[in-house]
């Protein structure tokens, strides 16, 4: 009854400060009057310098003027919600989020006080998927009535950056950006015959023929079966950019189907086909908005954001809870820089969610190309616990949810994936290296004292024989049968039809729909949606998204040297593997260290 009481009366954070201000006030009047000079003194100072700093850090960075114009930036990667440490906050206080992103947009469609938005289109890094999702979020605040001019102001501009510009109600472009359109393209880099050079053998097992990612090092050209795959997703993301470009700029589907393929084109070209409106620049485009040189109704993103949580974080409402899961996933020790999924991080982030009586459900976000089996599994448990304790898990998927990232995702009451993600790839790898012919180049040799003749199997100093193999191969197809298991419980299907869309063979969002291991296609905010029916929340109740995440450690190795520093080979071994640089790491820790992986292949989509 208490609790109830306490909803009821909620108090906004400015009055909470402003009643503390008033009673230090009081305080020290109170003092002065009665002959305490000093402590009435301090106590004044106190409150002045508590209303100067509410004002301050509060209060004005939330102040925007009437029609303001908010200015966003596109550039680099783009998070999805990225844990920063004082360290990266220092050397970034750019930094965007896909978060951030979606929230400061929701409002502008309901602010009236906002009537445009600018978007800087430089070079943004991000997946089909997630460049559709914000290319929704725009269009969505021009269909209300704002304004929405999209530059492209980079050296070059692909599909992707015009996906994202499709979006706005004007598109313009620098008359100097070269614009690149060269259609999908999926796949990878094939290292068999380089790494046999370097005298490195690579043994590997993969359970089914589709499941690819161990052909980075068994092959030296994609199987006919991976092919199959990845031409239906490089098919499926074709017209998911064709579609909505053709949509957004009222063309037809054909004639935009085949612009998207002709290649190095000019600006001038593409106004003359109608994806772009004219070529200019950032002053002329805010000129157009407000001429005057008084006027200051340009408002940052970050400064709109403050803004919007001011308005909008108000009075008591339901919560749902919101865990993401980005980058590869592990169960043991983390690298020491770059983006990754620690299974019982997440699996803490489950547990305190689902234990707070005030979390109606739970939107688990997942952007993911698998990795550990063992961490995989940790967090599939974590979710079905939540579920055990009355939680609803609705699964909102990004670019990539495959492998290990499908599995997590298996267990849930309901997935939304993007048309454009890729995910599926129900299968197992397994790698091992030997670099017995690499070492003996260089006068290296190995001998061991071994209790049994398979002692030193997975040492590097040789390959594994035939019956070591086959035996192992036994013990991954195991693991194979349990990941099809989840797959068919999670899902309601039967094993037979759970197995028959395995076979570690990758899918679109739309194409996994159509089989079943998706429910819906959409964005972030369909999945907060079915949340929020699955929890009997009233659509027209306002409700509060809480984040729940892992604690860091004040003085941890990563909090000293920042999550966001990259070393420049780490970068162009993630570039030529085809994975965001971010997820370099920690997929490089997975490889070098081998063994059973629940890994889709890196399609550099």
């Not at 200015?71 to 951030?100: F, W």
């Not at 299907?493 to 679109?508: D, N």
């Not at 194409?511 to 029916?533: C, H, Q």
Request: one cysteine or more.
């Amino acid at each position: 009854m208490k609790k109830k009481v306490s909803r009821r009366l909620w108090i906004s954070r400015e009055v909470r400060i402003g009643f503390i201000v008033a009673l230090f006030a009081l305080g020290g009047v109170y003092a002065v009057t009665h002959h305490v000079r000093g402590f009435g003194l301090l106590l004044l100072g106190l409150a002045a310098a508590i209303a100067a700093a509410l004002w301050y850090f509060l209060i004005r960075p939330a102040r925007i003027p009437h029609g303001a114009v908010v200015t966003i930036r596109l550039a680099g990667p783009i998070h999805e919600d990225p844990l920063l440490t004082p360290l990266d906050q220092l050397r970034r206080r750019g930094l965007l989020s896909m978060r951030s992103l979606r929230y400061a947009l929701e409002s502008v469609v309901a602010d009236a006080g906002v009537k445009g938005i600018i978007v800087e289109i430089a070079g943004p890094e991000a997946g089909i998927a997630t460049c559709h999702e914000i290319q929704r979020l725009l269009r969505a605040a021009h269909l209300r009535g704002k304004r929405v001019v999209a530059l492209l102001s980079g050296d070059s501009a692909g599909v992707r950056d015009l996906l994202i510009a499709s979006g706005a109600s004007e598109v313009v472009a620098n008359p100097d950006t070269m614009l690149e359109l060269l259609g999908v393209a999926a796949g990878g880099v094939f290292l068999k015959s380089g790494l046999e050079k370097l005298g490195v053998h690579a043994q590997t097992l993969q359970w089914k023929e589709y499941k690819g990612a161990a052909e980075t090092f068994s092959r030296d050209t994609m199987s006919p079966a991976l092919r199959e795959s990845l031409d239906a997703i490089v098919a499926d993301a074709r017209k998911v950019l064709t579609g909505a470009i053709a949509e957004a700029r009222k063309l037809p589907a054909a004639r935009v189907d085949e612009l998207l393929s002709a290649g190095f084109v000019t600006v001038p070209e593409l106004v003359e086909a109608g994806l772009v409106d004219r070529a200019g620049y950032r002053e002329e485009i805010r000129d157009s908005f407000d001429e005057s040189i008084e006027s200051k109704i340009f408002v940052s993103f970050h400064r709109y954001l403050r803004h919007a949580i001011h308005v909008r974080e108000r009075g008591r409402r339901p919560k749902i809870a919101i865990v993401s899961a980005s980058g590869p996933v592990i169960a043991g020790e983390a690298p020491a820089t770059g983006e990754y999924i620690s299974a019982p991080a997440i699996a803490a982030e489950f547990d305190r969610a689902s234990r707070d009586e005030q979390v109606n459900a739970i939107v688990f976000r997942v952007n993911s190309p698998g990795g550990s089996a063992v961490g995989s599994d940790i967090v599939w448990r974590a979710v079905r616990q939540a579920q055990g304790r009355g939680k609803p898990v609705i699964v909102s998927m990004g670019d990539v949810a495959g492998s290990g990232g499908y599995y997590i995702a298996a267990g849930a009451d309901a997935i939304v994936a993007e048309p454009a993600t890729i995910t599926g790839s129900i299968g197992v790898v397994w790698t091992k290296f030997s670099l017995a012919n690499l070492l003996e180049r260089a006068g290296v040799h190995f001998d061991f004292a071994k209790s049994s003749d398979n002692a030193d199997a997975n040492s590097i100093s040789r390959a594994m024989t035939e019956p070591e193999i086959a035996q192992l191969d036994r013990a991954i197809g195991s693991l194979y049968g349990n990941f099809v298991s989840r797959v068919s419980e999670g899902r309601k299907l039967s094993f037979e039809q759970a197995e028959a869309l395995a076979h570690g063979r990758v899918w679109s969002g739309v194409a996994a729909k159509e089989r079943g291991l998706v429910d819906e296609t959409g964005g972030f905010e369909r999945a907060v949606e079915i949340a929020r029916e699955r929890a009997g929340i009233e659509r027209k109740q306002e409700i509060e998204l809480v984040d729940y995440r892992a604690e860091r450690q004040i003085f941890g190795f990563r909090l000293a040297m920042g999550s966001e520093a990259m070393p420049p080979m780490i970068e162009l071994v993630a570039h030529t593997l085809g994975l965001p640089a971010r997820w370099a790491p920690a997929t490089l820790a997975i490889l070098a260290r081998g063994g059973v992986m629940l890994l889709c292949p890196f399609l550099g989509l």
